[in-house]
């Protein structure tokens, strides 16, 4: 049985006033992700999250005094309480009774990485006629969702494509491979934990450990592991890019 307890509406935005009405009572039957949404599902519909750029989700004992920041609660039986933090209040909560998919924040995403709907047909297709980098390209979240810069950069060296290349100049075989390589990547990060920038722990307060596997991702100056070259760095769009110039064309 859930109970709610929202201290401060303002996150990206507003919650909506009938939103304690609306999940009071109900139980969870399950959760999902579809993109960096997290899907909660109630009897009568799903809660969408998102955690913005510092939000967390923590489960507490239901006797553990909020503190700043600590924006909602939902109050689970059991003596638990699921709490969200957010010192930068980019993160969001909606509540639909409708099918989450069709919600206006989810209904246009692209495919999963990991699912069948991403494979080297579709990424060859959506190359065609684009002569942006590749790498921004794999990075578009109207392409596909959830490829971040160490992942795309990590990805092309396994594919053995140069981040620059212009994306419609992608062969298909060089597109099966990269939609293979970024389907190892996230498969291999998601085992090892991630790779822990900064802060960011797991829910058991681990780090991940997917940056001993890395590459190039900030490996500049240092040799690469496949040719012993040394892995260079530019910038591309907002972001630092890794790559090696012998095994990457
Ligand atoms: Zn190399």
Redesign the pocket.
Known sequence: MADVVVRERRLRWPIAADFEAAIRGQTVRGIDRRAKYILIRFDTGTLILHLGMSGSLRLVKADTPPRIHDHWDIRMDGGWILRFHDPRRFGSLHWTEADPALHPLLAKLAPEPLSRAFDGEYLHRMTRKRSVAIKHLIMNSQVVVGVGNIYASEALFRARVSPRRAARRLTRQEARALAQAIKDVLGEAIKTGGTTLRDYVNADGAQGFFRQKLFVYERAGEA??????AVKQFAQGQRSTYW?S???R
């Open positions: 690469c592991r496949v040719c012993r070259s090696c012998t095994c990457q």
